[in-house]
T-cell receptor, first 113, second 115 residues
Framework: QKEVEQDPGPLSVPEGAIVSLNCTYS??????FMWYRQYSRKGPELLMY????GNKEDGRFTAQVDKSSKYISLFIRDSQPSDSATYLC?????????????FGRGTQLTVWP | SAVISQKPSRDICQRGTSLTIQCQVD?????MFWYRQQPGQSLTLIAT?????????ESGFVIDKFPISRPNLTFSTLTVSNMSPEDSSIYLC????????????FGPGTRLTVL
């Protein structure tokens, strides 16, 4: 079993739709959860960062962490064509080296006008 | 934020040859990381490169295959040695941000195809 599972999609939605992206994980020691966005032929860029359980909102984006279920989500409201990208979930624990991130495979999202 | 550049941006190589990828950061950083992103697979950490010490490799990656240099606080190289088609991948370098644990800036990546 992989440490982090993420449905790779692809996911295709119309502009304005609500998008839900999800990851599950197996390591209960994970405490720091991230969503990175990666445009085609670019490096990943940090989109959302959450510590422990709960919700975090930033504009049209909401990140949710449910540690009891080992499940994290990213919601995109009023999706735009510019949101078309691959979304990578990532996580780590306090004991890891600063670089030891565990990534999901990424979900490819297309938002069509 | 940090600005990271990588060279080359892409290359096509023959099996059995080696390719050295460069990573340049616009500010001094202690730690730099090298990742591999294989098609359809998770982004995977290859090694951590600290200036002035040997790189630390993750399980499944060895120095003979992926030698790393870190001559100063703004630069690092990763060499992919004796390449095979299985090495076809995107290779990315990254540096930690001043933010939370796990936050990193990534370079644009080097897209490698091995024939």
């Amino acid at each position: 079993q992989k440490e982090v599972e993420q449905d790779p999609g692809p996911l295709s939605v119309p502009e304005g739709a609500i998008v839900s992206l999800n990851c599950t994980y197996s390591n209960s020691a994970f405490q720091y959860f991230m969503w990175y966005r990666q445009y085609s032929r670019k490096g990943p860029e940090l989109l959302m960062y959450t510590y422990s359980s709960g919700n975090k909102e930033d504009g049209r984006f909401t990140a949710q962490v449910d540690k009891s279920s080992k499940y994290i989500s990213l919601f995109i409201r009023d999706s735009q064509p510019s949101d078309s990208a691959t979304y990578l979930c990532a996580m780590t624990d306090r004991g890891s080296t600063l670089g030891r991130l565990y990534f999901g495979r990424g979900t490819q999202l297309t938002v069509w006008p | 934020s940090a600005v990271i550049s990588q060279k080359p941006s892409r290359d096509i190589c023959q099996r059995g040859t080696s390719l050295t990828i460069q990573c340049q950061v616009d500010s001094q950083v202690t730690m730099m990381f090298w990742y591999r992103q294989q098609p359809g697979q998770s982004l995977t950490l290859i090694a951590t490169a600290n200036q002035g010490s040997e790189a630390t490799y993750e399980s499944g990656f060895v120095i003979d295959k992926f030698p790393i240099s870190r001559p100063n606080l703004t630069f690092s190289t990763l060499t992919v040695s004796n390449m095979s088609p299985e090495d076809s991948s995107i290779y990315l370098c990254s540096v930690p941000t001043a933010g939370g644990i796990g936050e990193q800036f990534f370079g644009p990546g080097t897209r490698l195809t091995v024939l």
